[in-house]
T-cell receptor, first 114, second 114 residues
Framework: AQSVTQPDIHITVSEGASLELRCNYS??????LFWYVQSPGQGLQLLLK??????LVQGIKGFEAEFKRSQSSFNLRKPSVHWSDAAEYFC????????????FGAGTILRVKS | EPEVTQTPSHQVTQMGQEVILRCVPI?????FYWYRQILGQKVEFLVS????????KSEIFDDQFSVERPDGSNFTLKIRSTKLEDSAMYFC????????????FGEGSRLTVL
């Protein structure tokens, strides 16, 4: 069965510092991978996705993620965090042939200190 | 920018009561979904809907749940007889195509069952 693990429940970084949020997945074939962000009182917003091709994908708001098949990872990175990035981040995996039935990780809450 | 809207944002109900959560997907989208997140747990897939019928449902989506697209704009989730464990945030999502992973989520409806 597919699963997604986000090992960090909370992360606190200083504004301007770099960020890496970890995501590991378990899936039998090449997965489709996603990062979503949820700001307080908001819905889930797609940051970026990986389907195939270049393993480094760029997303919105200056985020990027790298797919590493050998490590079954899809970590999210940002070189310089802004206070507005404080939110909860969800990694998800999906076998899209089954109609967008995404499996989500538990989420990582990012706090940004000034 | 088009968005998915959900009502109500928060509903409190007594155990055993029927609840209807409403969603207005993005107008040109064809695929509709409900996900839920119990407090402190992962976002979980409930059901997907296309062409006026359920295309896939999870084991959570038992006979107490139903979905409907009563007109050209609304997509509803009904829980016939709520249980305490139905308390959760329910997210509606829609997508234009099935195999893109580009789900657009609403802000969620928080259901509290007393």
């Amino acid at each position: 069965a597919q699963s997604v693990t986000q090992p960090d429940i909370h992360i606190t970084v200083s504004e301007g510092a770099s960020l890496e949020l970890r995501c590991n997945y378990s899936y039998g074939a090449t997965p489709y991978l996603f990062w979503y962000v949820q700001s307080p009182g908001q819905g889930l917003q797609l940051l970026l996705k990986y389907f195939s091709g270049d393993t480094l994908v760029q997303g919105i708001k200056g985020f990027e993620a790298e797919f590493k098949r050998s490590q079954s990872s899809f970590n999210l990175r940002k070189p310089s965090v802004h206070w507005s990035d404080a939110a909860e981040y969800f990694c998800a995996v999906g076998p899209l042939e089954y109609g967008n039935k995404l499996v989500f990780g538990a989420g990582t809450i990012l706090r940004v200190k000034s | 920018e088009p968005e998915v809207t959900q009502t109500p944002s928060h509903q409190v109900t007594q155990m055993g009561q029927e609840v209807i959560l409403r969603c207005v997907p993005i107008s040109n989208h064809l695929y509709f979904y409900w996900y839920r997140q119990i407090l402190g747990q992962k976002v979980e897939f409930l059901v997907s809907f296309y062409n006026n019928e359920i295309s896939e449902k999870s084991e959570i989506f038992d006979d107490q749940f139903s979905v409907e697209r009563p007109d050209g704009s609304n997509f509803t989730l009904k829980i016939r007889s709520t249980k305490l464990e139905d308390s959760a945030m329910y997210f509606c999502a829609s997508s234009e195509l099935e195999a893109t992973g580009e789900l657009f989520f609403g802000e969620g409806s928080r259901l509290t069952v007393l």
